[in-house]
C-alpha cells in the first residue's frame, strides 16, 4: 500500500490545530464520562479540584500526540508520508497514551492497586482510542473539505477572462511526469530543493503558502525557464525574476530580495551569476 497521506495533514497549522482540539476533547471526555474510574482516583475532593486533577493527567498524557507531531513534522520536511506509516504513527500514540494511563490508574490512585494491570490496559487502550481517533477523524473531514474549496477557488481564478490578457499559468510535475499543481506566474516567488524533493513557494490570498513536489530541480530549469521570468540561481534555487525586489551584492555574495513578507534572501552562486545577469537584464527592461 504506496498511497500517501495528502500534505495538509501534516501541515504546521494544521498540527497545532489536532493538538488543540484533541486537548481540548480530551478534557472534556474525561470530565463528563469520567474513564479509567478516574472519579475514583478522589473521591474526597471538590467538583473543582476533580476537575484541576484530572485536567492535569489528562494533559501529561497529551504531551504524547505533541511530542508525535513533532517527530512527524521533522520527518515530512524533505519526504512524504505513506498511509501506513500515518496508521502506525496513530497506533503508536495511542498505544504510549494507553500505557501511561495504565501506569498511573494501576500505581498511583489506591483503587488502582484491585485492578489486574491487563484489564486497566484494555480499557485504557478502548478509551484512548475514542480520545484521539475522534477528533482525528473529524479533523481529517474538516482539512479535506477546506483543501477542496481552495482548489475549487484557485480554479477559479485560473480560468482566463474573456476580456484583457491572459494568465501566464505554469504546471509542475512530478519525477514520473503525474501533474500535481498549477500556479499564476504572478503568484509564483521561488522553489527550493533537497535531495529529490523541491517546494514550490508561492502566494494564495495574500499569505505565503508551499507545496512540496518530488522532482529535481534540474527538470524545472530544463523545462519552465524558457521564455519566462524564471531563473535557477543557485543549486538549490529557482526564482521569479518578476517577484524580485533587490539584487544586493555583499561581500559575502549577491544575494535577491523577494517582493514578499517572510521569504528568506536567495543567493546566487558564482556559477549561475552571469546567467542570472543577463535574464535580469532582459526582464528589467
Known amino acids: 500500500m504506496q498511497s500517501k497521506i495528502p500534505a495538509y495533514m ?117 478509551n484512548t482510542a475514542w480520545v484521539l481517533l475522534l477528533p482525528y477523524s473529524m479533523l481529517w473531514l474538516y482539512f479535506s473539505w477546506r483543501e477542496k474549496n481552495k482548489l475549487l477557488e484557485q480554479i477559479s481564478k485560473e480560468e482566463p477572462e474573456k476580456e484583457g490578457p491572459k494568465r501566464h499559468l505554469i504546471a509542475f510535475h512530478d519525477e514520473k511526469g503525474e501533474f500535481k499543481i498549477s500556479l499564476d506566474l504572478e503568484h509564483l516567488l521561488y522553489v527550493d530543493s533537497s535531495e529529490n524533493y523541491a517546494t514550490i513557494h508561492y502566494m494564495n490570498k495574500s499569505k505565503l503558502s508551499h507545496y512540496l513536489i518530488r522532482n529535481s530541480l534540474k527538470w524545472m530549469d530544463e523545462n519552465l525557464t524558457k521564455e519566462t521570468p524564471l531563473v535557477r540561481c543557485h543549486r538549490s534555487y529557482i526564482v521569479n525574476l518578476d517577484k524580485v525586489k533587490v539584487l544586493r551584492k555583499t561581500k559575502d555574495g549577491i544575494f535577491l530580495e523577494m517582493d514578499a513578507v517572510n521569504t528568506p534572501d536567495i543567493p546566487v552562486s558564482k556559477t549561475y551569476y552571469q546567467h542570472v545577469m543577463d535574464k535580469f537584464s532582459n526582464y528589467s527592461v
Open 10 to 126: 501534516y501541515e504546521k497549522g494544521n498540527v497545532i490545530r489536532l493538538i488543540l482540539l484533541t486537548a481540548t476533547f480530551a478534557l472534556l471526555f474525561i470530565n463528563i464520562f469520567q474513564p479509567f474510574n478516574s472519579r475514583g482516583w478522589y473521591p474526597n475532593i471538590s467538583e473543582f479540584k476533580y476537575f484541576f486533577f484530572s485536567s492535569l493527567i489528562i494533559l501529561t498524557g497529551m504531551l504524547v500526540v505533541v511530542v508525535s507531531r513533532i517527530i512527524m513534522l521533522r520527518y515530512t520536511r524533505n519526504r512524504e508520508l505513506l498511509i501506513w506509516q500515518f496508521a502506525m504513527h496513530v497506533f503508536a500514540e495511542v498505544a504510549f497514551m494507553s500505557l501511561f494511563y495504565t501506569i498511573f490508574s494501576r500505581y498511583f490512585p489506591r483503587i488502582g492497586a484491585e485492578r489486574e494491570i491487563l484489564e486497566i490496559f484494555v480499557q485504557s487502550s478502548k
